[in-house]
Nanobody, 127 residues
Framework: QVQLVESGGGLVQPGGSLRLSCAAS????????IGWFRQAPGKDREGVSC????????YHAPSVKGRFTISRDSAKNTMYLQMNSLKPEDTAEYYC????????????????????WGQGTQVTVSS
């Protein structure tokens, strides 16, 4: 059974950092396109960062480029989102997702492309 479980969210002051984790089971992370998307209250889902292939090619939304880093640990079958220099506009529910089909991407994966995702973890950036 495919399962994704996020953790690491919380309340942080502007300029602070958080690292989100996403533990995967039921499939092998490095064999598929994976990533993170977020949804703020009253807004549409927004792609944040992704790894599109086994070689580790990454893409980021312009709003987070230079501040967020996505990575994966194949031994732990876990992906991460390191978030630095957080801003109040980063406040949202963050989800990790996977595209469980054979496909390729040459840009940030849109949220609607993910076939499976976790329950989400809340990130609040506020003083």
């Amino acid at each position: 059974q495919v399962q994704l479980v996020e953790s690491g969210g919380g309340l942080v002051q502007p300029g602070g950092s958080l690292r989100l984790s996403c533990a995967a089971s039921g499939f092998t992370l490095r064999n598929y396109a994976i990533g993170w998307f977020r949804q703020a209250p009253g807004k549409d889902r927004e792609g944040v960062s992704c790894i599109t292939n086994a070689y580790g090619k990454t893409y980021h939304a312009p709003s987070v480029k230079g501040r967020f880093t996505i990575s994966r640990d194949s031994a732990k079958n876990t992906m991460y989102l390191q978030m630095n220099s957080l801003k109040p506009e980063d406040t949202a529910e963050y989800y990790c997702g996977v595209v469980l089909r054979t496909t390729s991407y040459t840009s940030l994966i849109p949220p609607y492309e993910y076939t499976n995702w976790g329950q989400g973890t809340q990130v609040t950036v506020s003083s």
